[in-house]
């Protein structure tokens, strides 16, 4: 038990250590959160840019309505109302004004051309062309105006005041959403969503990189003929849970780590998206248990021994970085299958498609949190989900002891799938 545990405080010492894992573990967060942040400043930012308004309307309607529009861009942009670019052009012709249009927004002089004609008046349709067409506020506020002032003519041509018109045709009816469980109300569905697509983002990436971490260890040991020197005083199978045990802790570490810092980045985003004049997302952190925290560390803890021993298996049977990557893919593509169908689970958490991911021993420590998170969850279901991991773990674990026992002091040829099975008999 002694020569276990030296195995694994030296992994887990090796790699804590390192330089790779402080960049990760104090960046990760770091990075996630300019994700969240950056598109909403970037939005907040075009949005008070006021770029709508530096354009020119082409009126063909024979009518007001282009000085309508223009005034009402000129009013709904913040800080333009006094300086506002908006130029009127009434045509006869839409060709000859549109061409000259045409050559301003080339020359950068306007950012684009609006045309009204006698379809927009029957209310069909009106055009804009210019350099800002994926501008999505800029575009939003050109059609709130021009279905603003086109429905304020239709009303006065049919004697109806538009003000009263306007309100009698308005519905803004406010649609939210809360969650009810067991436990009591409270939170969002969205944010619940958002937390379940986190939680089973960051279990696929711990996983997936320590895994893989686990088959590079197996593979430098192997190629620098260190095994060869440590298996005379330990056992394959204490090597290989030391291995396994100590990379799986530094990965534990991790995501204790950067669960926390996202806590607090999460608690301190008022002041921040406040300093940054970014409006804030309403709702909160969903209310999660202690006993529901502990079965999502179990779901990793078992997880990642489920794939720690397929990878180290792979490790143990190649000679070279070129064999590991075409021999991880089959282990790979198991994980992968999880985060594939991530979006059916979000949307429909309780269909029979859902219940089967969340059952199955290589999918569940990925798909059964993302459940638990986003919908109350039969217990029945999570003791099956953790029994199913569990033997599953179990039987990879022995199946890569018995491949790591033999493939490990293996070198040059690389082996046949009947020849790694002549070595899981024989172990």
């Given amino acids: 038990m002694d020569k276990l545990f030296a195995v694994i405080r030296r992994e887990y010492l090796e790699r804590v250590r390192s330089r790779w894992f402080l960049i990760a573990t104090t960046f990760g967060p770091v990075f996630f959160g ?29 009518s007001s309505l282009g000085d309508r529009v223009a005034g009402q861009l000129a009013g709904g942009v913040s800080g333009t109302s006094e300086q506002s670019q908006v130029r009127v052009v009434r045509a006869d012709s839409i060709a000859p004004a549109e061409s000259l249009a045409t050559r301003e927004v080339v020359e950068q002089r306007v950012k684009g051309y609006l045309v009204l004609d006698s379809n927009t008046v029957a209310g069909r349709e009106a055009k804009y062309s210019g350099s800002n067409t994926t501008a999505i506020f800029d575009m939003q506020q050109l059609d709130r105006a021009v279905q603003h002032e086109v429905l304020g003519m239709r009303l006065e041509k049919s004697g109806i005041d ?167 893919m089959p282990v790979v593509l198991l994980l992968v299958c999880s985060i594939m169908f991530v979006q059916n689970v979000l949307l429909t958490p309780d269909s029979a498609l859902s ?36 033997l599953g773990a179990i039987f990879t674990t022995w199946l890569a002891s018995r491949i790591y026992r033999v493939g490990l002091l293996m070198y040059g040829k690389k082996p046949s799938m009947r020849e790694i099975m002549k070595w899981v008999r024989q172990s």
């Fill in 34 to 62: 300019l994700l969240m942040f950056l598109p909403a400043l970037l939005t907040s930012r075009e949005k008070a840019s006021g770029d709508a308004s530096k354009i020119i309307i082409i009126d063909a309607t024979g």
């Fill in 162 to 328: 538009p003000e009263l018109g306007r309100e009698l045709t308005s519905l803004n009816v406010k649609f939210t959403t809360e969650r009810l469980t067991k436990r009591g109300r409270g939170g969002s569905g969205n944010v619940s969503i958002f937390f379940g697509l986190a939680v089973a983002m960051l279990l696929y990436m711990t996983i997936f990189i320590y895994g893989l971490n686990v088959l590079r260890g197996v593979l430098e040991e192997k190629q620098t003929r260190v095994a060869e020197v440590v298996i005379a005083s330990v056992s394959s199978t204490k090597l290989l849970l030391g291995k396994v045990i100590g990379v799986g802790a530094v990965g534990f570490t991790q995501l204790v780590l950067w669960m926390a810092m996202s806590f607090v980045m999460w608690k301190v985003r008022a002041p921040i998206l406040e300093r940054m004049g970014v409006q804030q997302m309403p709702g909160g952190l969903p209310d999660i248990s202690w006993g529901a925290g502990l079965i999502l560390l179990a779901f990793f803890v078992l997880g990642f021994m489920f794939y720690a021993g397929l990878f180290a298996a792979v490790g143990a049977t190649v000679n070279s970085e070129q064999e590991a990557q075409q021999a991880q």
């Fill in 355 to 390: 219940r089967t991911l969340s059952l199955m021993p290589f999918s569940a420590p990925i798909v059964m949190p993302l459940r638990m998170t986003v919908a109350p969850v039969p217990p029945l279901d999570i003791v099956l989900a953790l029994l199913s991991v569990t």
